[in-house]
């Protein structure tokens, strides 16, 4: 293939529509660049789209993840040193926000075939002090909710959904979000909806979306949470608000987001099943292409009654004669932007913390050490997926392993 792209084919993308120009611009006009209609409206559409009564947009999804924990915490009573399960393989956001909540992080094993929380390794790590857990539907797909509800049921455990790689995806017919007691999304770059920083708190439970709303907002009393708040209150009402707007009940945080990242959230998820739609169809194109590879590469499998809306396309090398290093920086040199596969214990600062434990997480390590991820968004066209297949190819033969 003699074609080359100019521009590095990237692990995410961002499209900026007319549309959400349009409303970037109605944003600067209207000099409302706090909470406001943009970001209400994004609200309602995540709520409505994963079953949820509510959404609370915010900063990141680190800070939604932090703000639901120590919302738990706080109304549950939970004291420092207090455990949460969480999986040995994701992104470290997810267990850093256990360690600022001043909670011990439990770690179990992942499943080999899609990278989560293996149910079967739960129970052995519950213990009198455990509290909740913390599933990761990783990079696109849901973690198998149906054990990991009826564990938290028995063991009287709470669940907060760490989706923050995973939108719109459904597990035997209920979408993600929908499960735990709070649930997280994110939108920074590279994710299914890319609105730079952002991210969401979903909950069913009016006491945990006021919690969570207050905390992101300096822990502020939860009667006067928006500056529209005292505009649509009755008389009585505005006389309780106006003496309680500047009162704070929690140590909470400054996590809010503007309407800009509102509005370019809201202009891309009137499109959202054209984007899973193009997502799955990038996949569905790459394991065509690399179907023939797989004694060197495992390719991603997708959970039976689950949906897959491949927000990465996940690759583990297999072959030991492979080196991923070797192979990823092949790709990189050839404008293939890679990531590796969410390793976690070993990072510098997680070896620091608890020493040199992966071993004892072998699923965890075989995939921290061993793979990788590349893009599979919906800015690719069929000629940047061919080029990519094509290199895969090349890079096998040149090392005679074709
Ligand atoms: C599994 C997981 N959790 C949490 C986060 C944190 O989201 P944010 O970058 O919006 O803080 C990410 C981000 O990429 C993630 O992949």
Not at 197 to 211: D, P, Q, R
Not at 310 to 335: A, C, G, H, I, S
Request: charge should be positive; hydrophobic fraction near 40%.
């Amino acid at each position: 293939m003699s074609w080359r792209p100019t521009k590095q084919i990237g692990v995410g993308d961002v499209q900026i529509s007319p549309l959400a120009r349009k409303y970037v611009n109605l944003v600067l006009d209207s000099k409302r660049i706090t909470y406001g209609k943009f970001i209400a409206r994004f609200e309602r559409e995540i709520a409505r789209l994963h079953q949820v009564k509510y959404a609370i947009f915010c900063n990141s999804g680190t800070s939604a993840l932090q703000v639901s924990l120590h919302a738990l915490k706080k109304l549950h009573g939970w004291q420092d040193g207090d455990e949460v399960i969480v999986p040995a393989l994701t992104f470290v956001a997810t267990v850093n926000i256990v360690l600022q909540n001043h909670l011990k992080p439990i770690f179990v094993d992942v499943e080999p075939d899609y990278f989560m929380l293996d149910p079967q390794r739960i129970a052995a790590k519950i213990t009198r002090k455990t509290r909740a857990l913390i599933p990761v539907h990783i990079g696109g797909q849901p973690a198998d909710m149906a054990p990991i509800m009826k564990l938290a049921k028995k063991h009287d455990l709470k669940i907060i959904e760490d989706a923050c790689e995973t939108m719109f995806a459904k597990y035997r017919g209920a979408p993600v979000g929908s499960f735990g007691d709070y649930a997280c999304f994110s939108t920074y770059a590279a994710h299914t909806l890319v609105t730079g920083v952002g991210g969401f708190i979903c909950t069913n439970s009016s006491t945990l979306a006021v919690k969570a709303k207050s905390l992101v907002n300096h822990g502020r009393d939860g009667i006067y949470l928006a500056i529209d708040d005292d505009r649509v209150a009755s008389q009585q009402q505005l006389f309780q608000i106006v003496d309680r707007r500047f009162k704070f009940t929690d140590i909470g945080y400054s996590y809010r987001a503007t309407e800009f990242e509102g509005a370019l959230g809201l202009a891309q998820i009137r499109n959202w099943q054209k984007i899973v739609t193009a997502r799955q169809q990038n996949a569905a194109y790459l394991t065509a292409g690399l179907r023939d590879l797989s004694q060197y590469l495992e390719l991603p499998k997708v959970r039976p009654g689950a949906d897959h809306i491949f927000m990465f396309y996940p690759l583990v090398v297999k072959n030991r004669e492979v080196r991923r290093q070797q192979l990823t920086f092949f790709l990189e040199k050839n404008l293939i932007e890679t990531r590796y596969l969410l390793p976690l214990l070993s990072q510098p600062i997680y070896r620091e913390l608890f020493g040199d434990i992966e071993g004892k997480y072998p699923v965890a390590q075989n995939i921290g050490t061993h793979g990788f991820y590349i893009g599979c968004h919906p800015g690719l066209s069929k000629r940047e997926l061919d080029y990519v297949v094509f290199k895969f190819h090349e890079y096998f033969r040149q090392q005679k392993l074709e």
